[in-house]
Structure formats: C-alpha cells, structure tokens
C-alpha cells in the first residue's frame, strides 16, 4: 500500500509541482490530523481516497503554503448547487448532451466536493472509473476549483462523432450556501479584483494515476 512518501511525488509529478512544495503542503495537513497517521518510514499510515484527495484539493485551493489546512476545509464540504444530465435538462437543449453511460453513475451521487474527490479516487482504485469511462467515447473528467468565490465543479464531456469531446455528459456545480457565497461575492467585488477568476482544473489522468497509486 502506498505511504504519503509515495504519494508525494506522484501529486508532484502529475501536477506538475517541486516535490518540496507538495511535501510542505503534506507535512501541514498532516500536523492538522488531516492525513491518516501512525509513525514514519515503512511503519507510516497507508494513503486512502480521503488523503489523496485532502492533499489534491489543498493545493489546488490555494498558492499560499500557510492556507493549506484553511482551503481545504473550506473546499471539502462545498455542498452541490446544481446537477445536470441529459435527462434533466430541457429538451430543446439535448442535442448538445449524451447520455451518462451506465458504468458512470457513480458521477450521479455527488454530494459534498471533497467526498466526490475522494469517491472518484476510490473508483479509480477500485477501476470501476477505467471501466465506466471505457463506455464513453473520447471520455474528459473535469475538476476544477475557483478560488475567488470558493465554488468547485466537476464535469464530464464526450464525443457523438468520435472527433472531440463537445458533448456533456455531467455538469456538477459546488458552492457555498447563497448567503455565504453573495457575501463573497459583496466583500470582493469586481471593481476590487479586476476581471481575473482564479481557477485550477485537473483532468482524469490526475484522478488515474492516484487511484493507481493506492491500488492493493
């Protein structure tokens, strides 16, 4: 089983990021208790879905080291706001949609941001992820954080024609509860921060090569 040694570099290379900054990120999770934890070396605690993404999410939620432990409190139980399919979406708009294979409505059951990271990773541990993607044509899961607003999303998009991936399959939006999110909103206003939304996205390769990683 994989140890937060391993996953260090395996975050730093798929980033990609130094290796010292991940393990700066690692080190004060962990001293936050919010890695698994049982001594040092071959002795140390071995990573879950929950670990690989607590660390994913904090660096993804913010470029200062010292925020760690704030960003991703504040990321990991992002409530959804909204959730599409094809299914539930107008009719009149469907012709942009394919439908949610099978194998990915595992996608479907989203309810918090972190837990959907981790579900995710799990699945990709599991290759129920592998397996469902594999029904899709030219499959791209999205994850991506805002960090201006604190909203998150996950999406998936998919091919009709075998030539790009411009269909949607899934649109997953995260956010604050409305009063939360406007007084956000109302503390930074455009007119403060520009036009500029701050944002970090990963793809499925991240969520593979993590689910791979903590692979029996």
């Known amino acids: 089983m994989a140890k937060l040694s391993d996953l260090i570099p395996t975050i730093a290379k798929v980033l990609p990021m130094p290796e010292q900054t991940v393990a700066i990120y690692a080190r004060l999770l962990r001293q936050a208790r919010l890695l698994s934890t049982s001594g040092r070396?071959?002795?140390?605690?071995?990573?879950?879905?929950?670990?690989?993404?607590?660390?994913?999410?904090?660096?993804?939620?913010t470029d200062q080291v010292k925020d760690a432990v704030t960003a991703l409190e504040k990321f990991w139980s992002l409530p959804i706001e909204t959730k599409h399919t094809r299914e539930d979406i107008p009719k009149r708009e469907r012709g942009e949609w394919v439908s949610l294979p099978k194998g990915l409505a595992l996608l479907a059951e989203?309810?918090?941001?972190?837990?959907t990271v981790a579900s995710l990773i799990a699945s990709?541990?599991?290759g129920t992820l592998q397996s469902g993607l594999g029904h899709a044509t030219l499959p791209f899961l999205r994850l991506e954080i805002e960090r201006r607003f604190n909203t998150a999303s996950m999406s998936l998009m998919a091919s009709a024609d075998g030539l790009l991936p411009d269909k949607?399959?899934?649109i997953t939006r995260f956010a604050p509860p409305k009063n939360l999110l406007q007084k956000l909103i109302?503390?930074?206003?455009?007119?403060?921060?520009?036009?500029?939304?701050?944002?970090?996205?990963?793809s499925q390769n991240t969520v593979l090569a993590l689910g791979?990683?903590?692979r029996e």
Do not use: H, K, Y
Not at 41 to 61: K, S, V
Not at 110 to 115: I, L, M, P, R
């Open 168 to 170: 949607s399959v899934l």
């Open 41 to 61: 070396g071959p002795g140390g605690a071995n990573m879950t879905p929950e670990d690989c993404a607590r660390l994913l999410i904090a660096m993804m939620a």
């Open 124 to 126: 990709a541990r599991d």
């Open 212 to 214: 791979e990683l903590i």
């Open 186 to 202: 109302d503390e930074q206003p455009f007119s403060m921060g520009g036009d500029a939304m701050v944002s970090f996205a990963v």
């Open 110 to 115: 989203a309810t918090s941001f972190g837990q």
